[in-house]
T-cell receptor, first 118, second 116 residues
Framework: KAGVTQTPRYLIKTRGQQVTLSCSPISGHRSVSWYQQTPGQGLQFLFE???????NKGNFPGRFSGRQFSNSRSEMNVSTLELGDSALYLC?????????????????FGEGSWLTVV | AQKITQTQPGMFVQEKEAVTLDCTYD???????LFWYKQPSSGEMIFLIYQGSYDQQNATEGRYSLNFQKARKSANLVISASQLGDSAMYFCAMRGVNFGNEKLTFGTGTRLTIIP
């Protein structure tokens, strides 16, 4: 059974550019959530999608957006990149959306996408 | 709001010894789940073990067990017979059910180093 797949693994962008990261969840999983990890702020929740609908959003500026497709694959986009956006972006998938009964609703993460903004 | 506290920034343990990583949490949710993840230097967040707040027994997964003490709000990870490959960052996380708490909230992590 394939795990959560994130692409690209590494990328370098220039300030002001935009970037799109992709995440393919585990087969059958319909909930995809995104997290940003930095040395200073640790792991912070960006947003969650379930059945193509954004259900939850973290405290990030509007430059951070995402979407989910009918096959549950998800993309996140960051526009007008800033140096502070340099981070590891992690995607997680689960069967059911967040907030439902946790029994059996384990959350699995991908390998992450390392973004460096110069 | 919910909060996870990991008080051990780093730990050094001799190979083959058991190790306990501490985690305490705070939440007002009636139901919640507790997770432990391992993150090697590659960045991947590897799921280790899960404990539901209403589970009667402590969770176990191979060499990993979770020492869940609900009244004390602690969820310590125990790794038996540590191996060199266990060297990594370890994160405790929780998820509630109330609005705003459904997302995973992580602790600051513990860097575990296994010494040969």
């Amino acid at each position: 059974k394939a795990g959560v797949t994130q692409t690209p693994r590494y990328l370098i962008k220039t300030r002001g550019q935009q970037v799109t990261l992709s995440c393919s969840p585990i087969s059958g999983h319909r909930s995809v959530s995104w997290y940003q990890q930095t040395p200073g702020q640790g792991l912070q929740f960006l947003f969650e999608y379930f059945s193509e609908t954004q259900r939850n959003k973290g405290n990030f500026p509007g430059r951070f957006s995402g979407r989910q497709f009918s096959n549950s694959r998800s993309e996140m986009n960051v526009s007008t990149l800033e140096l502070g956006d340099s981070a590891l972006y992690l995607c997680a998938s689960s069967l059911a959306p967040m907030g439902t009964g946790d029994s059996g609703n384990t959350i699995y993460f991908g390998e992450g996408s390392w973004l460096t903004v110069v | 709001a919910q909060k996870i506290t990991q008080t051990q920034p780093g730990m050094f343990v001799q190979e083959k010894e058991a190790v306990t990583l501490d985690c305490t949490y705070d939440t007002s949710d009636p139901s919640y789940g507790l997770f432990w993840y391992k993150q090697p230097s590659s960045g991947e967040m590897i799921f280790l073990i899960y404990q539901g707040s209403y589970d009667q027994q402590n969770a176990t997964e191979g060499r990993y067990s979770l020492n869940f003490q609900k009244a004390r709000k602690s969820a310590n990870l125990v790794i038996s017979a540590s191996q060199l490959g266990d060297s990594a960052m370890y994160f405790c996380a929780m998820r509630g059910v109330n609005f705003g708490n459904e997302k995973l909230t992580f602790g600051t992590g513990t860097r575990l180093t296994i010494i040969p």
